[in-house]
C-alpha cells in the first residue's frame, strides 16, 4: 500500500509522512531492504492511526450528543447561564460556580473536537456556548460595580457579588441578607477559567470597560487572606449559623487566580498594553502564606473539608509542595472517604432526612444529629481521576473509574453522576453504630415529576466535571489542552507569557539580591566614601528616579479605573517588600521604590536606628526566604545623615560592612551602582498608566538634598548631647493641686523633661489640645518635646508623649493581619484589666480606639508601648513562625507581664521597661519568646520553678496536644469543667464541636483567660495534663460531678502545706509554684492526691509512680 493512497485527516499524521518521506531521501542504494522495512511499517502505522482516528471521532460524537442533551439543553438563551437545581417549579436561578463547570466541561470538548479537521462546526458551536457562558457571569456582575468598589474598602458580606442570579434576566434573585453570598472561591474560579479560556483562543473580554471590571475582580479576590466568607457550601462554619470564617479553600482559590491572572492580556495575543491585569505581589505572598498556615485545616470549625481537594488539585493547583499535598489529601481521604464518595465535611447535615428544610440555620447543637449520617458525594472520586490522569498514575485511574461506576445512575442519554448518597430514615441507627455498613440512596437525579410534569434532574456541576474527566481518560482531551497555562506544574517549569510583566517562578535557592546604597546628599556621599562605602545620590542614578512607596501606590490607584462603572481602582494601600524590591518602567521613565522602612514618619521608631537596621535585615530575610518572581529583587536603602548621629552609626557602619562582603545574616547580598543591576533584576513596566500624563508635576520623586558645606570627617558631624537619664516622674497629686498659671509656671521654671511631659499631660486633661502655653498649643508642646526626647533617646518621655498625641504606627494593621493569618488571636489590654480579643483583621481607626480605650486609661505608655510589641511579633511570626508554637491567644498585655519579670530576674538594676529603647524591648521578648521555645524539657535549670511558671503562664504557652486532652477529659465529666469561675458545659460543647477543631481550642483559651496569675495559669495547665493521664491509664474512672480545678489546687496546695509542717493555713502559694514538679514532694504528686480523693475512696494502685510531663 503506497504511503501516499492513505487517509491522512490530522496534521500530526502528514507530519509523520512527512518526516518518513524527508529520512528516505538519504538513505543509499545500498538501503533499499530497509526501506522496505520503513515502508511497510508506515502502512502499519498508517492503518493504526486510521482506525484510531476514527474510534476517537466516534467517541467525541458520542461525548457530544451527551453534552448537548445533558448540559447545553438547559443553558439560557438569554443569560448563557446554567440552572442550579431543575427540581425548582420554575427553574430561575443559575449559580456562578455550576455556570462556570458546565462552561468548563463543554469548552473542554471543544477543545478535543479541535484535533478532528472535519468537526462540522462543532468545535466553534462549543467554544461559543462557552464564551456565552463566561460572558453571561459577566454581564450579571457588572450591573452590581457598585459591590465591587464597596467591597475594596470593606470586605463585609453587604457588599459582596451576589453568586445567584436569575437564569433569563441576569438579575439578582435574592437580596444582600437573604443569601449568602460571599464565596470568594466563587470569584476566583471564574477568573482561574476565565484565563485558561482566553489563553486557548477564546475571545471573551471585549471592551475596555470590561479589562477594567476584571482589574477590579482581582481587587476583590485580593484580600482573601483576611476575609471571613460562606465557602464553597455556602454554609461559612458548620455550625450553619450565619456566621462567616476563614476558609482555606477559598483563599487557595484567589491565590491560584492571582497568579493566573498575572500579566494576561484579556484581549489574547491581539491585545494592546492596556488590556493586561497586574497583581499586588505582597497580597498573593499574604495569601500564600495564610493558605499553606491553614492547611490541612479547611477553618476554624473544619478539621477538613472535600472542599480541599479541587483547591490543590484540578482546577486550581493551589500548591505544589508535595508533601503539604499529600498530607493534605490523606487527611481528606482518611476522615471523609465513604463507600459512595466523600462527605463534604464531617457533621454536614445538608441532604439527610433529618435535616429540617423549613429553617435556613440550625438550632444550637443540632449539628451532633447529623453524626455518622452524613451524605457522600460521588463528585470528589471524579476530581480525583482527574489527577491521577495529571500524575500519570494509570492505576489510580481504574480504582477511582471501579469505586464511581457502580455510583452512576442510568439514563437514555447515558449515565448520571448522583449529588449524593443519603442514608435512609430506618438505617440511620444502625449506620451511626456501624458506620458503612447500611445501604445508601443516591439523590433523585434522572428522571423526576415536578407538578405533575416528567422532568430530567441532573447536577449539572457534577456532571460537568465528570464528562472532562471521561475525556481525559479516553485520551481524547489532553491535560495541556484542558489546562493551556500549565497550572499542573510548579512555577518554575510554567511557560513565561510575556517577558515584559513580572511572573512566578519557584524559589532559587542561591537568590541574590541586589542593594543600591542611596545617599540624600553630595556631603554624606563623600563622607561614607573616605570610609570605604561607595554610594549613589540621586542626580547620579539619572534619568533613573527613586520613587517614596506613597508615589508607588499613588500609580497604582490609576489601576483599573473607570468613571462610567464608578470604579476607582486599586486602593490607596502601601506597597509591601515584595512589591518595592522591583524595578518600574512607566511613560518612557525607569524608577526604584525604595521599603516603607525608610520613609520618614513622625513615629518614634524610626529614631532608633538599631531599630531601623534590624528592621533592615528582616526585610532582607523575608526578600530571600519569599521571593517567588523572575529576575532578582531590588533592594534601596536611603541614607540620610541624622542616620549617623548618635550610637546609631555603629550599627549602619557594621550593617553596611556586611553589605561589602556580601553576607548579611546569611542573606546573599551584592551593592553595586543601579545602572549595573537593571539586566538582572525583576522589571515590571505600568503600561496602564497614561502615556500622556504630567509624570514629572504628578509623582514626587526623591530629590537630591544640598546639605552646603563638606563634612571632612565621621567627627564633624553634631553629635547628640548626653545628658543623665535618670527618670524623675514627680507624683501626680503635686500636679492636681495646682492651677493652671501655676502649671505652666513650673514648666517655665524646670529642665526635668519628665517633670515637663507631667505638666503637659495635666494641662491636656484639664484643657485639652489647643490651651496655649508660652504662645504654644499644648499639642504643639508636646511634639516639641517629643523630638527633643527622642534626640536624646529619652524613651520614656518618648513614649509619654506620644501617647498623649494619640499616636499610631503606620504598619500596625497589615503587622496584626500577619499574626491573625497563622491562626492565632490576639488581645489588647493591660495586664488584669479586660481585654479586647482581635480574631480578624481591623482598620488603623478601630485598633487605635481598642488601644486608647483599653490601655490608655490604666498605663499612658502601654498604649504605644504594645503597637511596638505588636510590630515586633508580627515580624517574628512572618521569619520564625515555630517560635509561637504553642501559643494559640498572643496576650499583648500579658507578654508585658512576662518581659517585666524577665528584667526582674536577670538584671539587678532597677529600670522601668518603658526606659528601654525599642531596639532593646525587641530583644527582650525576642529572648522572652525564643528562650522557651527552644527548650526540650519542662523547665529552664537557670530559672527558678517559680519563674518558669509565671513565664510559661504569661506567654500562653500550653504542651503538645493539651486541647485535645482537655476534650478527652470532658468526655469523661458529664457535669463539665470549672475553672476561675467560667464554666465549659460538656453539652452542647461536645455535640457542637469535634475534637480537633480550632474553635474548641479557642474556647479552651477563653476558659483559661479568667485566671489573672501567670503562675496559677501553669499550675491549672499542669493539672489538666495529670487529670487527662489519669483517666486515661484508668477508663473506668469519671467525675460525677463538676470538676472544680480551682478546688483541686487548693486541695493539693492544703496537703503541701501539711507535709511542710505548716499548721496556719494561708493563701501565699509562692513556696508552691516554686516547688518541682516531678520529685518526690513535687507539686505532681500533690495534684494528684487531690484528684484521687475526688475520683474515690482512697489511693489508686501505682500512682506513686506517675509523672507528669508537660513540654
Known amino acids: 500500500m503506497n504511503p501516499s493512497s492513505v487517509n491522512r485527516s490530522t496534521t500530526d499524521f502528514v507530519v509523520a509522512v512527512d518526516a518518513l518521506r524527508s529520512a528516505s531521501n538519504d538513505v543509499s542504494q545500498g538501503q533499499h531492504c530497509r526501506e522496505r522495512k520503513s515502508s511497510a511499517y508506515l502502512d502499519e502505522r498508517a492503518k493504526n492511526f486510521q482506525a484510531n482516528y476514527e474510534e476517537s471521532v466516534t467517541k467525541l460524537n458520542r461525548y457530544y450528543k451527551q453534552v448537548k442533551r445533558q448540559i447545553l439543553r438547559f443553558q439560557s438563551p438569554t443569560t448563557g447561564l446554567f440552572p442550579r437545581d431543575l427540581t425548582e417549579p420554575q427553574i430561575i436561578s443559575a449559580h456562578v460556580r455550576d455556570s462556570v463547570y458546565c462552561a468548563a466541561a463543554v469548552w473542554a470538548l471543544a477543545q478535543a473536537y479541535k484535533r478532528i479537521d472535519d468537526d462540522r462546526g462543532r468545535t466553534h458551536e462549543l467554544a461559543q456556548s462557552a464564551v456565552k457562558c463566561m460572558r453571561g457571569i459577566l454581564e450579571c456582575w457588572l450591573h452590581q460595580a457598585e459591590k465591587v468598589e464597596k467591597f475594596k474598602q470593606s470586605q463585609t458580606p453587604k457588599n459582596s457579588l451576589h453568586s445567584v442570579f436569575h437564569m433569563v434576566t441576569g438579575e439578582s434573585i435574592f437580596k444582600d441578607n437573604e443569601y449568602e453570598h460571599l464565596q470568594i472561591d466563587c470569584v476566583a474560579l471564574y477568573l482561574i477559567f476565565l484565563v485558561q479560556m482566553i489563553q486557548s483562543g477564546l475571545q471573551i473580554i471585549f471592551t475596555t470597560d470590561e479589562v477594567n471590571f476584571v482589574q477590579n475582580l482581582v481587587f476583590y479576590v485580593e484580600r482573601a487572606y483576611r476575609t471571613p466568607d460562606f465557602g464553597m457550601w455556602e454554609r461559612g462554619s458548620k455550625y450553619n449559623n450565619g456566621s462567616s470564617e476563614l476558609h482555606a479553600s477559598s483563599i487557595g482559590m484567589a491565590k491560584s487566580a492571582l497568579e493566573a491572572i498575572n500579566g494576561l492580556n484579556l484581549f489574547g495575543n491581539s491585545g494592546a498594553h492596556w488590556s493586561v491585569v497586574y497583581i499586588d505581589i505582597d497580597a498573593h505572598y499574604r495569601n500564600r502564606t495564610t493558605f499553606d ?48 464518595g466523600l462527605k463534604r465535611f464531617l457533621r454536614d447535615g445538608h441532604g439527610t432526612v433529618l435535616e429540617d428544610k423549613s429553617r435556613k440555620y440550625y438550632r444550637p447543637s443540632e449539628i451532633k444529629t447529623f453524626d455518622g449520617i452524613e451524605c457522600e458525594w460521588p463528585l470528589f472520586y471524579i476530581y480525583l481521576i482527574i489527577d491521577s490522569v495529571y500524575k500519570s498514575d494509570s492505576e489510580k485511574v481504574a480504582h477511582y473509574q471501579k469505586l464511581l461506576q457502580p455510583l452512576l445512575l442510568t439514563s437514555e442519554d447515558g449515565p448520571l453522576v448522583p449529588r449524593y448518597y443519603y442514608v435512609p430514615k430506618d438505617c440511620m441507627e444502625q449506620e451511626k453504630n456501624a458506620p458503612g455498613t447500611q445501604i445508601r440512596l443516591p439523590s433523585n437525579e434522572g428522571k423526576i415529576k415536578v407538578n405533575n410534569e416528567s422532568r430530567d434532574n441532573i447536577f449539572l456541576w457534577g456532571q460537568s466535571v465528570y464528562i472532562i474527566s471521561q475525556l481525559l481518560a479516553d485520551g481524547l482531551l489532553n491535560i495541556t489542552e484542558l489546562d493551556p497555562i500549565r497550572r499542573f506544574l510548579p512555577a518554575a517549569e510554567r511557560p513565561r507569557p510575556n517577558s515584559r510583566y513580572s511572573s512566578f517562578q519557584s524559589s532559587p535557592n542561591d537568590l541574590v539580591i541586589q542593594v543600591v546604597l542611596i545617599a540624600e546628599s553630595v556631603r554624606l556621599q563623600q563622607l561614607l566614601a573616605t570610609y570605604g562605602i561607595q554610594t549613589q545620590t540621586p542626580h547620579q542614578i539619572e534619568p533613573i528616579q527613586i520613587w517614596p512607596p506613597i508615589e508607588l501606590a499613588k500609580a497604582y490607584e490609576q489601576l483599573g479605573v473607570n468613571n462610567k462603572l464608578g470604579l476607582s481602582g486599586r486602593p490607596p494601600r502601601p506597597f509591601g517588600g515584595l512589591g518595592t524590591a522591583k524595578i518600574y518602567r512607566a511613560c518612557g521613565y525607569t524608577f526604584i521604590c525604595y521599603p516603607l522602612l525608610f520613609e520618614v514618619s513622625d513615629f518614634y521608631l524610626s529614631q532608633d536606628m538599631e531599630f531601623v537596621i534590624d528592621d533592615v535585615k528582616s526585610d532582607l530575610q523575608f526578600l530571600g526566604k519569599c521571593w517567588k518572581l523572575a529576575g532578582r529583587p531590588t533592594f534601596c536603602m536611603i541614607l540620610r545623615e541624622d542616620n549617623l548621629r548618635g550610637l546609631g552609626a555603629r550599627h549602619i557602619f557594621d550593617l553596611l560592612a556586611a553589605f561589602k562582603r556580601g553576607d548579611c545574616d546569611g542573606i546573599k547580598v551584592r551593592i553595586g551602582r543601579l545602572q549595573e543591576f537593571i539586566s538582572s533584576a525583576c522589571i515590571e513596566h505600568l503600561d496602564f498608566l497614561d502615556m500622556d500624563a504630567d509624570v514629572e508635576n504628578i509623582f514626587r520623586p526623591f530629590l537630591e538634598k544640598d546639605k552646603g558645606k563638606q563634612f571632612r570627617s565621621f567627627t564633624d558631624i553634631p553629635k547628640i548631647t548626653k545628658i543623665d537619664l535618670t527618670e524623675a516622674w514627680v507624683h501626680n497629686l503635686e500636679l492636681h493641686q495646682k492651677t493652671p498659671w501655676e502649671l505652666t509656671q513650673s514648666f517655665n521654671q524646670t529642665d526635668n523633661i519628665y517633670f515637663q511631659a507631667q505638666i503637659l499631660q495635666e494641662l491636656l486633661n484639664r484643657e485639652g489640645l489647643y490651651f496655649r502655653v508660652d504662645g504654644d498649643t499644648v499639642e504643639e508642646k508636646l511634639v516639641k518635646l517629643n523630638h527633643l526626647a527622642g534626640t536624646r533617646q529619652n524613651w520614656s518621655v518618648v513614649r509619654f508623649c506620644s501617647s498623649l498625641l494619640h499616636k499610631l504606627v503606620d504598619s500596625l494593621a497589615p503587622s496584626i493581619t500577619a499574626i491573625l493569618v497563622r491562626g492565632k488571636q490576639l488581645t489588647i489590654s493591660v495586664w488584669g484589666r479586660e481585654e479586647e480579643v482581635i480574631d480578624k483583621p481591623v482598620s488603623p481607626n478601630d ?11 490604666y498605663d499612658v505608655i502601654q498604649a504605644v508601648l504594645q503597637q ?45 521597661i518603658n526606659s528601654l529603647s525599642p531596639s532593646m524591648i525587641k530583644k527582650l521578648l525576642y529572648n522572652v519568646i525564643k528562650r522557651k521555645s527552644d527548650e526540650g524539657q519542662y523547665y529552664s535549670p537557670e530559672r527558678s520553678m517559680l519563674w518558669n511558671r509565671q513565664l510559661d503562664g504569661a506567654l500562653n504557652r500550653v504542651p503538645p496536644d493539651f486541647y485535645e486532652r482537655i476534650w478527652r477529659i470532658l468526655e469523661r465529666t458529664p457535669s463539665g469543667i470549672k475553672v476561675a469561675g467560667y464554666h465549659l458545659p460538656q453539652q452542647p460543647t461536645l455535640s457542637d464541636m469535634t475534637q480537633y477543631e480550632l474553635n474548641f481550642s479557642l474556647l479552651v483559651e477563653q476558659m483559661l483567660s479568667k485566671i489573672i496569675d501567670p503562675a496559677y495559669r ?44 505548716e499548721k496556719q493555713k494561708h493563701d501565699d502559694m509562692t513556696a508552691f509554684y516554686n516547688t518541682l514538679p516531678n520529685v518526690r514532694h513535687g507539686t505532681t504528686i500533690y495534684m494528684v492526691r487531690a484528684i ?20
Open 1092 to 1111: 484521687m480523693n475526688h475520683l474515690l475512696d482512697g489511693d489508686l494502685r501505682g500512682i506513686k509512680d506517675f509523672q507528669c510531663i508537660v513540654s
Open 847 to 857: 485598633i487605635k480606639s481598642i488601644l486608647y480605650t483599653k490601655c490608655f486609661p
Open 293 to 340: 498556615s491553614l492547611l490541612p485545616r479547611e477553618s476554624a470549625s473544619k478539621n477538613t473539608d472535600a472542599s480541599l481537594i479541587p483547591t490543590i488539585l484540578w482546577p486550581a493547583f493551589a500548591i505544589h509542595e508535595e508533601q503539604l499535598v499529600n498530607r493534605t489529601i490523606e487527611k481528606v481521604l482518611r476522615r471523609l472517604k465513604g463507600s459512595h
Open 1018 to 1061: 501553669q499550675i491549672i495547665v499542669e493539672l489538666f495534663v495529670i487529670v487527662e493521664a489519669i483517666l486515661s491509664r484508668n477508663p473506668e474512672l469519671s467525675f460525677n460531678k463538676a470538676v472544680d480545678l480551682d478546688k483541686l489546687v487548693h486541695e493539693a496546695f492544703e496537703l503541701f502545706l501539711k507535709d511542710r509542717g
Open 868 to 912: 511596638e510589641l505588636i510590630i515586633n511579633i508580627g515580624t517574628f511570626i512572618t521569619t520564625n513562625p515555630e517560635l509561637f508554637n504553642g501559643i494559640l491567644k498572643i496576650r499583648i498585655g500579658w507578654i508585658v507581664q512576662a518581659m517585666k519579670l524577665e528584667l526582674k530576674y536577670y538584671d539587678d538594676k532597677d529600670f522601668s
